[in-house]
T-cell receptor
Framework: QQPVQSPQAVILREGEDAVINCSSSKALYSVHWYRQKHGEAPVFLMILLKGGEQKGHEKISASFNEKKQQSSLYLTASQLSYSGTYFCGTGYQGAQKLVFGQGTRLTINP | GAGVSQSPSNKVTEKGKDVELRCDPISGHTALYWYRQSLGQGLEFLIYFQGNSAPDKSGLPSDRFSAERTGGSVSTLTIQRTQQEDSAVYLC?????????????FGAGSRLTVL
């Protein structure tokens, strides 16, 4: 039931773009994206509900493909502050707990 | 309170000892979660509480782990006869309700080291 994230790690130069994918083997009701900086708690970025919507947050946006049971997080023109580990959390219809993927470590270099 | 509060922030214990970790959720949040994060790993679901419903304990790794939530607020995670593999950061999170659409707010975590 745990979603699968890819890639496991990404190293970019400042200003480059990145895509992080999250796939589920079960039909999704919701996808949450969180970012965790080293030694800190995960912080909520955005939530997507089934319906194939796309959301944006400054230069960070995400899509949700209900049919493919997957979500992608897009980071454009990356900034140093984007460094951290990104987790997707998946919610399922009728299920109450949120299950997280293994995370994608993003490193942005100057 | 303004956020999710966890204590202690750091705990070092000897193998075989019992430990208790406390979580104080955001006031008004009815759902409370415990996750475990081992070094460099993802967020492993442990247990989930929602109101007065029976908790979802499906993620507890062994019967040495237990948790309770008193009065629908504060929660305590207890690990008995600790083992070295229990070393991890234990994260608590709370949310407004039960559905998968509710946003989780995490505490800073309790780092447990078992010697």
């Amino acid at each position: 039931q745990q979603p699968v994230q890819s890639p496991q790690a990404v190293i970019l130069r400042e200003g480059e773009d990145a895509v992080i994918n999250c796939s589920s083997s079960k039909a999704l009701y919701s996808v949450h994206w969180y970012r965790q900086k080293h030694g800190e708690a995960p912080v909520f970025l955005m939530i997507l509900l089934k319906g194939g919507e796309q959301k944006g947050h400054e230069k960070i946006s995400a899509s949700f493909n209900e049919k493919k049971q997957q979500s992608s997080l897009y980071l454009t023109a990356s900034q140093l502050s984007y460094s951290g580990t990104y987790f997707c959390g998946t919610g399922y219809q009728g299920a109450q707990k949120l299950v997280f993927g293994q995370g994608t470590r993003l490193t942005i270099n100057p | 309170g303004a956020g999710v509060s966890q204590s202690p922030s750091n705990k070092v214990t000897e193998k075989g000892k019992d430990v208790e970790l406390r979580c104080d959720p955001i006031s008004g949040h009815t759902a409370l979660y415990w996750y475990r994060q081992s070094l460099g790993q993802g967020l492993e679901f442990l247990i989930y509480f929602q109101g007065n419903s029976a908790p979802d304990k499906s993620g507890l790794p062994s019967d040495r782990f237990s948790a309770e939530r008193t009065g629908g607020s504060v929660s305590t995670l207890t690990i008995q006869r600790t083992q070295q593999e229990d070393s991890a950061v234990y994260l608590c999170a709370s949310s407004l309700g039960v559905s998968g659409a509710n946003v989780l707010t995490f505490g800073a975590g309790s780092r447990l080291t078992v010697l």
